[in-house]
């Protein structure tokens, strides 16, 4: 999906000595004061030292500590902060958003169910391959009752199967040769009912000129309703399963990409060379006859 470049009103721009921040898209949240943290961090240390059966384990190594509950509390605490400097260190939000940031408030749960019966879930960057990503994945958030959300994958996009589909799931397929690719998964809180008729595709739709859709321009034409909160992202590479999706399903002949590598770069040769390895010559030849022996 082609992005424009982020524009100066929504990233950080020089304007003389000071740089403008990044505009703030996030869900509106209630700031816990510092002080009433502190405290409750205090209470709980408090009751941990007090705790003879804690204590000992501790001393014998016996202790075990429950990591769901850890994540759980990382996911409510500082868990949003850091996936949130992760995508902005993978440029997510310049590239979908122009620059603009959000915190990601809700927890995404993203997972590809495999034949096997085990899971590869999605987190924030890591790898998963065209073969593991075939099927759609089961998605999941913690949300009140009655309230609206949209699902939204680039490259492609589609709402949550309870609701309506805009465009349905396509396999990734990033094309030989091209390294790396992000599929990131955002999640949008909206305020009411969006009217999507104008952007919904066909079933199926395997064109990819019907299946472009950019991102930013969506945001911005609900922006008035609906508000990210959730973000989970994958990365992806070519395997096997790209061509299955070129030849059976988008019917197209799979590219292939190479890279040429320029001619290696040698400065200007001196006559009398000072503080070079014996090999210097070796540079300047015009024969590629290895010079093994010489020296």
């Not at 590219?255 to 300047?284: C, G, N």
Request: with cysteine.
């Amino acid at each position: 999906m082609a992005v424009p470049l982020p524009s100066a009103a929504l990233c950080g721009v020089r304007s003389g000595r000071r740089s403008a921040r990044p505009t703030d898209i996030s869900l509106p949240r209630e700031k816990l004061l510092r002080a009433k943290e502190i405290k409750a961090r205090k209470k709980i240390l408090r009751e941990n030292r007090q705790n003879a059966e804690m204590e000992r384990a501790a001393r014998l190594r016996t202790a075990l500590i429950p990591l769901d509950e850890v994540r759980a509390e990382w996911e409510k605490s500082s868990g949003p902060f850091h996936k949130q400097r992760v995508a902005e260190h993978c440029a997510v939000f310049r590239d979908l958003f122009r620059g603009a940031t959000f915190t990601p408030w809700v927890t995404l749960r993203v997972e590809y169910s495999q034949e096997d019966e085990h899971v590869v879930p999605v987190y924030y960057g890591n790898m998963v391959t065209p073969s593991e990503a075939s099927s759609p994945p089961a998605v999941s958030y913690e949300a009140d009752k009655g309230s609206l959300w949209t699902l939204l994958l680039t490259n492609p996009g589609n709402d949550m199967q309870s609701g309506k589909e805009i465009c349905h799931y396509l396999p990734p397929f990033p094309a030989m040769g091209t390294g790396y690719h992000r599929f990131i998964f955002l999640l949008f809180k909206q305020d009411h009912r969006i009217d999507s008729s104008e952007d919904v595709r066909p079933t199926p739709c395997h064109r990819l000129k019907l299946r472009t859709l950019s991102s930013f321009d969506l945001y911005r034409k609900h922006e008035d309703a609906m508000t990210p909160a959730g973000l989970a992202f994958q990365q992806c590479q070519w395997d096997s399963c790209v061509s299955w999706v070129s030849h059976q399903l988008l019917n197209m002949r799979e590219p292939v990409f190479e890279f040429a590598r320029p001619p290696v770069y040698h400065p200007p040769q001196v006559k009398f060379p000072r503080h070079q390895p014996l090999r210097y010559l070796d540079r300047y030849r015009d024969s590629k006859e290895p010079t093994y022996g010489i020296y």
